[in-house]
T-cell receptor
């Protein structure tokens, strides 16, 4: 049972490049989300999904795109990378939606934008 | 914006001592959760307390919730060096389904 798997673990981009951070879970969780973690800022919610075909914006959605075509996968796309998007990105999933229960986190993807 | 704020920002204790971290939040909540993050790793769920509960225990962890003061505390008893990590509180606001995290407390437990 792998839980939540994120790839890649590390990535360096140049300003203006695009890329996709992959997230997959094998727990049949309906709820999936992406957070970014910056020093002194805690975790901030980027986008989330309460089920296949349904996505919504979090606190800091600008510059990011998501889709949820299957229950298992929730990729995060950076459309045109900017240095301000240098961060550690975490994908998390949960069985519950209306009353969010325990979140299961991936190990993170560390992104540097030059 | 941050819903929860942990206090203190950093805490340094000796093994065997108790560690207490506090969390304050701004709006009414469905539940409050505590997570641990070891350096360079993802967050791990520790405990969830619902708005109609006042106290919960899990092993060496004790969490209290005071909804009138909009605050929670996490007590780790008999700390071990392996408890060294950052601890985050997170809340689910009433009427919402998303989890909002605080900035965390960094705990250092020295042998």
């Amino acid at each position: 049972n792998a839980g939540v798997t994120q790839t890649p673990k590390f990535q360096v981009l140049k300003t203006g490049q695009s890329m996709t951070l992959q997230c997959a879970q094998d727990m049949n969780h309906e709820y999936m989300s992406w957070y970014r973690q910056d020093p002194g800022m805690g975790l901030r919610l980027i986008h989330y999904s309460v089920g296949a075909g349904i996505t919504d914006q979090g606190e800091v959605p600008n510059g990011y795109n998501v889709s949820r075509s299957t229950t298992e996968d929730f990729p995060l796309r950076l459309l045109s990378a900017a240095p301000s998007q240098t961060s550690v990105y975490f994908c998390a999933s949960s069985f519950h939606t209306q009353d969010t229960g325990e979140l299961f986190f991936g190990e993170g993807s560390r992104l540097t934008v030059l | 914006s941050q819903q929860g704020e942990e206090d203190p920002q950093a805490l340094s204790i000796q093994e065997g001592e108790n560690a207490t971290m506090n969390c304050s939040y701004k709006t009414s909540i469905n539940n409050l959760q505590w997570y641990r993050q070891n350096s360079g790793r993802g967050l791990v769920h520790l405990i969830l307390i619902r708005s109609n509960e006042r106290e919960k225990h899990s092993g060496r962890l004790r969490v209290t919730l005071d909804t009138s003061k909009k605050s929670s505390s996490l007590l780790i008893t008999a700390s071990r060096a392996a408890d060294t990590a950052s601890y985050f509180c997170a809340t689910v606001r009433s009427g919402y389904s998303t989890l909002t995290f605080g900035k965390g407390t960094m705990l250092l437990v020295s042998p």
